[in-house]
């Protein structure tokens, strides 16, 4: 009887042994998750505030092509204005204070 019971407490300390190191690895897997989650958590902020940027770069691109287009049209002005007769540049000044 006396070999049964010490097999018997070897398995248990064994199985105590086991059960204490899946307890260790899980709590060790829990602070894993929890700096993931954390990890995570920080680089959806950034991407967040990535996107941001990259969304107000976009509209200052959209805001410098629309200025580009304005300035062309300026430019086209200034040609009419340089190579017209007076009489045309009078005319269109007059047009454009009736507007």
Partial sequence: MTAVR??????????????????????????????????????????????????DIQNARLEIARLGQDLRKVDLIEERFLTAPLDDIFNMLSVADKS
């Fill in 6 to 55: 010490e097999k018997l407490m070897r398995s248990l300390d064994q199985y105590k042994r086991t059960l204490a190191s899946l307890l260790a690895e899980k709590e060790s897997l829990r602070r894993l998750l929890s700096e993931c989650e954390e990890e995570c958590s920080t680089s959806k902020d950034q991407l967040d505030h990535y996107g941001y940027i990259h969304g």
